[in-house]
């Protein structure tokens, strides 16, 4: 078979025809030829030859010539030329058939080989493994290269095997979508590699900020602009993929060929998405126009519905990459200056009476906390700013275990360890002075800073953001409609999750009323229990169980902390505020709308109606003293069925971390009438119990999601 396939890249030549057993005689083509030459040359059908372009009037005579009669041997010729050229279609044909065959498993050891390569690849360069993944790209160009070479025959044939939707035509959009896919695999390496330099070039322009080299902007607008090349060539790819029919393909590659088409698809979608936030990125880093953000310090202690309560803030200008300007500022001193009286959310009147900056986290809806702290910065005389930024102060452990300990003026060191104690000893206590005492957070944020912003801390530092991130102790808001839709995009908005009409939803957020920082020692327990009837009905039980830890043993701890800095002074006020007092908690329990309230071990629990969010709340209080459990329990009926007269019905579970929580302790359990059974559990980690009970232990470090499907 391989001496045909040779014989088709050459142009087939028949100059005769031999029949077996007869003696070799002129073709009978040849033979007609020189019959109509002689029949030509005595017949001479036109008399008169005129100049076409002569203005004269043309005459034109028709001579009729003698009828002809083709020789019967015309006929055998004609069909022996036909059926000639039948047999080496057919030879052609059945060349292209059988290599295309030995090549199907070519596709799958070679052609698919590549797609793994370039997965590989995908990979490698995620996790900035630049070495391997460009080995692999490599590997994947000279792979789909060799698979070209043996199809060539597939890129001008015009047979029934290189038509639409057949193989032929699926090898070839393999083959070229892997292409694409390697030049797009190519120019996003180099794209990686631009954006790898961008947290060195952030430190180094900011400790340096007079070092030559390209500015942060620019190296980034670099990076984005080989990402736009690689989406140009993945989109590509995808094109040519989609026109694969897998079902042309040999029943063992089909399944991979339709996974690679998905992940093609997948990544040329989160490519395109993706750089639809290029320009907002460019905003943040202040490309064009500085930008200046807000930071809230909050110190979760003391628990408030988007993080902590905020002590203190900062304004950061930022310019093409570099910070220009940190200004740390006391709350107490902007509130203190402003005289208006601005009434709070009814909620909150129990415990405040005028409301100021420093209550401004006071939905679980980070947006609009942090759209209400950024009105108010401005109502009382501070600057506008563009972007709002919380992070709650149980980051700072992280960040100063990357660091080790930091040295504070004369003080001494402060570390991972005993900084909270430190911190919240000298500014609750006034230690420094009543009229600024926050000041050694004026002298230990820049030392800080400076520690942290050591290139050999780039890559953990972006580890723990990252991880500070899933669990909602860092987030973002901007009223730039782009920028913010770039922090949705990277988790990062603290927006609440909006439940569907037929979805279960839960979000216990508590808000600190006690004025102490007693939540660093509060465990707190949540049960939510979903009753299901043969009938399909839903009714929800919660039980909240809130444990105040605080020992003696912890006082004696800090006790010999203070001492070995020279603070022997430890007034019961001051250890009531720091964690010894009680803690009252304000506590607002979301379901879905339209629950509707049926018994409760409180009398006074209260359903009502969050505007800003457009969600229904239990609203309960929750007191108890160092060494206490307070519990709280309540039965709802949800607003919806389970439809169980269809084959099946699914049963889903929301469950929204308050942003700034340590983490409760959740368990989701359902119960069913005897006459539903289960089909299936989501997450593996439910245990069904019993044949009408399924558990589901967890903590709420991150939002969790629970589902089943039952049937009668």
């Keep these: 078979m391989s001496k045909k396939l040779q014989d088709i890249k050459q142009e087939n030549q028949i100059n005769d025809i031999n029949l077996k057993g007869e003696k070799k005689r002129p073709l009978e083509a040849d033979v007609l030829k020189e019959k109509q030459h002689k029949f030509y040359k005595n017949h001479t059908p036109i008399n008169e030859v005129r100049d076409l372009k002569t203005d004269e009037k043309k005459h034109f005579i028709y001579v009729k010539g003698e009828k002809f009669h083709p020789p019967k041997s015309l006929g055998n010729l004609l069909k022996i030329g036909f059926f000639g050229f039948l047999i080496i279609l057919f030879i052609n044909t059945i060349n292209v058939y059988y290599t295309t065959k030995r090549l199907e498993k070519n596709i799958s050891s070679e052609a698919y080989q590549g797609y793994s390569l370039l997965m590989d690849a995908g990979r490698s360069a995620s996790k900035v493994q630049f070495d391997n993944a460009s080995e692999s790209f490599q590997k994947a160009i000279k792979n789909f290269d060799e698979v070209k070479n043996e199809l060539w025959f597939l890129s001008t044939d015009k047979s029934y095997y290189s038509a639409q939707n057949n193989i032929g035509s699926s090898v070839k959009a393999l083959i070229v979508g892997g292409e694409h896919f390697t030049s797009a695999g190519q120019h996003f390496l180099d794209a990686l590699e631009e954006f790898n330099k961008v947290p060195l070039y952030f430190v180094t322009k900011n400790n340096n900020p007079n070092a030559s080299g390209p500015s942060l ?49 997948m990544v040329s979608d989160t490519l395109n998405a993706t750089a639809s936030h290029f320009p907002a990125l460019l905003k943040l880093l202040g490309d064009q126009y500085p930008h200046r953000y807000l930071i809230l310090l909050q110190n979760n202690n003391e628990i408030r519905p988007s993080g902590g309560f905020i002590g203190s803030y900062a304004i950061v200008d930022i310019d093409k990459g570099v910070i220009k300007k940190i200004d740390i500022q ?199 229990d979903t009753y299901i009837d043969k009938n399909g009905n839903l009714t929800d039980e919660v039980t909240i169980k809130h444990v105040h830890q605080w020992t003696d043993a912890v006082y004696f701890q800090w006790k010999k902390t203070l001492q070995s800095y020279g603070l022997n002074q430890m007034p019961d006020q001051l250890i009531d505020i720091l964690g010894r007092g009680r803690n009252k908690s304000i506590i607002k329990i979301y379901v879905p709308e339209g629950s509707i309230l049926l ?111 039952w049937k009668k």
């Design 330 to 528: 006391d709350v107490y001193d902007i509130d203190g200056s402003f005289k208006d009286i601005i009434e709070p959310p009814d909620y909150m009147k129990q415990f405040i009476s005028n409301w100021r900056f420093r209550d401004s986290n006071y939905s679980a809806d980070f947006p609009t906390s942090a759209s209400k702290a950024k009105w108010f910065l401005a109502k009382e005389g501070g600057p506008t700013v563009d972007t709002v930024i919380a992070i709650n102060q149980g980051l700072l452990q992280d960040m100063l275990d990357i660091t080790g300990p930091i040295q504070v003026g004369n003080f001494g060191k402060l570390n991972s360890e005993n900084y909270n104690l430190l911190l919240s000893y000298v500014i609750e206590g006034k230690i420094w002075g009543p009229e600024n005492p926050k000041h050694i957070l004026k002298m230990f944020i820049p030392a800080f800073q400076k520690e942290i912003m050591k290139e050999e801390n780039i890559g953990k530092v972006g580890s723990k953001l990252y991880k500070a991130i899933q669990q909602k102790h860092i987030m973002m808001y901007s009223a730039d409609a782009d920028v913010e839709g770039l922090f949705d995009s990277l988790g990062v908005s603290g927006r609440m999750y909006q439940n569907k009409p037929e979805e279960d939803y839960l979000s216990v957020v508590n808000f600190s009323a006690g004025g102490t920082k007693s939540d660093l020692f509060l465990e707190e327990n949540i049960l939510h």
């Design 599 to 709: 018994n409760s071990t409180d009398p006074n629990l209260t359903l009502q109606y969050d505007k800003d969010v457009k969600k229904n709340y239990f609203l309960a209080t929750m007191e108890i003293t160092a060494g206490k459990t307070g519990y709280l329990r309540f039965k709802y009926r949800l607003p919806f069925l389970l439809d169980l007269n269809k084959s099946a019905a699914n049963y889903k579970l929301i469950v929204d971390k308050q942003p700034g929580s340590r983490g409760s302790i959740f368990t989701k359990t359902t119960h069913t009438d005897p006459e539903i059974s289960n089909i299936s559990i989501y997450p593996k980690e439910a245990k069904i119990i019993s044949g009408t009970e399924i558990s589901y232990p967890t903590n709420l470090v991150y939002d969790r999601y629970f589902s089943g499907i």
């Design 217 to 265: 902007t620019d190296t980034l607008k670099n990076g984005l602009g080989k990402t736009d090349l690689a989406i140009k060539e993945i989109n590509l790819a995808s094109q040519e993929l989609a026109t694969v029919n897998e079902k042309n393909l040999p029943g063992e590659i089909a399944p991979r060929v339709a996974a690679v088409k998905s992940q093609v698809q």
